[in-house]
């Protein structure tokens, strides 16, 4: 796993278990986490708008912007 993916990962570990109310010492784990929260995984969401060609951010730019 990349550095990036990792960082991801652990951003939104933390801001989920504070939404649900569970530390780490209730040792739950990260599905059922998601699965109580109905959240998808941080990763494959990321990984699933850069490759939709309609979130290309030169598509959208007029060409006199471009330089």
Do not use: H, Y
Not at 1 to 9: F, I, Q, S, V, W
Not at 30 to 57: F, G, K, M, Q
Request: aromatic letters at 4%.
């Amino acid at each position: 796993m990349t550095k990036t993916k990792r960082l991801l990962e652990t951003t939104e570990m933390i801001v989920l278990r504070k939404i649900v109310g569970k530390t780490l010492w209730d040792r739950e784990r990260i599905d059922s986490i998601r699965e109580t929260s109905e959240a998808e995984n941080i990763n494959e969401w990321v990984e699933e708008d850069r490759d939709d060609p309609e979130n290309d951010d030169m598509t959208t730019w007029d060409e006199t912007k471009r330089t």
